[in-house]
């Protein structure tokens, strides 16, 4: 398991593109046959990914984590982002096609995932946080899913948001996970921007050509940075950061919350003109 820090607005301000990377950005992610996992500091989210392709794949603890089993004190919220696969939680199982998503609650033991075909395996995103509370084991297809249809082709923001994990869907802890799906030829997210000074995020991109790029704007909302993303890569979103992007394409994104608060209502929007 990676560990990453946790930074401040003061410190990012002076770093170099590279600086940025290291810090915010995970790109090898997805890896055959292994589960790769980052411990990041902001909300003590683990970010992880697994393709199994040869049999099974077991989620343990990290001896980073200092728990006997990976879930003995947290959460966590699993979307598929490939072909169909298994998840088996204490022997029971769990079949999720591409984006269903799959909630686990605190206590379970053993955790492992499975391709339905291995010549085509699933492709597991994960986001784990820190819980005080152990809340059932529910799974959602995406048509289950709230969706939220926003923007529209003359902004070129034209997008629908599935909520997952929230408080009126898949209850938790503290975890909020979705998914927002840009229709073709349109490019923007979440802009205008905002924070959320109680809550840390994490975004993972997908479903991008190869060729295909997104800039991913963070920083203050008046000491913007950027990231160059590809397909798969995943970004760490401070509290005090904004986070949007746009896209040489369409694509889709997962965004997933921790933090102290538990709702959507607490989004400091942010003005275009306050944006430098």
């Not at 199994?52 to 959460?75: M, Q």
């Not at 339905?116 to 820190?130: C, E, G, H, Q, R």
């Not at 995406?142 to 529209?152: H, K």
Request: proline share 3%; hydrophobic share 35%; with cysteine.
């Amino acid at each position: 398991m990676e560990i990453r820090h946790a930074t401040n607005p003061v410190e990012s301000k002076r770093y170099t593109t590279k600086e940025l990377r290291e810090n915010f950005l995970i790109e090898n992610l997805f890896e055959t046959n292994k589960v790769n996992m980052v411990y990041s500091h902001h909300d003590r989210m683990v970010i992880g990914g697994a393709i199994p392709a040869e049999g099974s794949l077991k989620l343990e603890a990290d001896a980073s984590l200092k728990t006997a089993y990976f879930l003995e004190r947290r959460e966590i919220g699993i979307i598929n982002i490939g072909a169909e696969g298994m998840i088996k939680i204490d022997g029971e199982e769990y079949s999720l096609s591409k984006k269903d998503c799959l909630y686990i609650g605190l206590g379970k033991k053993e955790i492992s995932f499975e391709s339905k075909n291995n010549a085509d395996p699933a492709i597991f995103y994960f986001v784990s946080t820190l819980a005080h509370k152990q809340y059932p084991t529910i799974k959602a297809g995406i048509e289950e899913a709230t969706p939220v249809r926003l923007g529209d082709d003359s902004q070129s923001n034209n997008r629908t948001i599935y909520k997952y994990i929230h408080g009126d869907g898949i209850e938790s802890c503290q975890l909020m996970m979705g998914m927002t799906l840009l229709e073709p030829n349109n490019m923007w997210n979440t802009m205008p921007a905002h924070i959320h000074d109680r809550r840390s995020e994490v975004y993972l991109y997908f479903d991008m050509k190869e060729e295909t790029k997104v800039f991913h704007f963070m920083g203050e909302p008046d000491e913007t940075r950027h990231l160059v993303i590809s397909n798969q890569n995943a970004v760490i979103s401070p509290s005090w950061s904004i986070h949007s992007g746009i896209g040489t394409s369409n694509y889709t994104f997962i965004w997933a919350m921790a933090g102290e608060n538990y709702t959507f209502e607490d989004m400091e929007m942010v003005e275009m003109q306050t944006l430098k």
